[in-house]
């Protein structure tokens, strides 16, 4: 499965951006779908994730910033961020695990897109 990302960029501190990440490939179902970023120097964090089930968990320093759906028709997760904050400055990847139609398990990384806020 590959999944492409979208949305990155650069904005000033109060600003968003939505990101997306659309997962291809001969897919039979998707569990969870997630968002994780890394700062520079930083190790990878969780940001959000959203299971079948619409279950969210979203990191506490994103909490009321962030939110986090997803479009199954379209094999889609979405991060849309408000209040931007010099810190959310990372590289933000999409995670996706489900089934392949021979249901063969997978777990795929996106290549990840570049968040710069500016103060």
């Known amino acids: 499965v590959q999944l492409q990302a979208f949305g990155g960029g650069l904005v000033q501190a109060g600003g968003f951006l939505r990101l997306s990440c659309a997962a291809f490939?001969?897919?039979?179902?998707?569990?969870?779908m997630g968002w994780y970023r890394q700062a520079p120097g930083k190790q990878r964090e969780l940001v959000a994730v959203?299971?079948?089930?619409?279950?969210?968990n979203y990191a506490d320093s994103v909490k009321g910033r962030f939110t986090i759906s997803r479009d199954n028709a379209k094999n889609t997760v979405y991060l849309q961020m408000n209040s931007l904050k010099p810190e959310d400055t990372a590289v933000y990847y999409c995670n996706v695990d489900g089934y392949y139609s021979d249901l063969v398990s997978f777990g795929s990384w996106g290549e990840g897109t570049l968040v710069t806020v500016s103060s």
């Open positions: 490939g001969n897919i039979f179902s998707i569990n969870t």
């Open positions: 959203i299971t079948d089930g619409d279950s969210i």
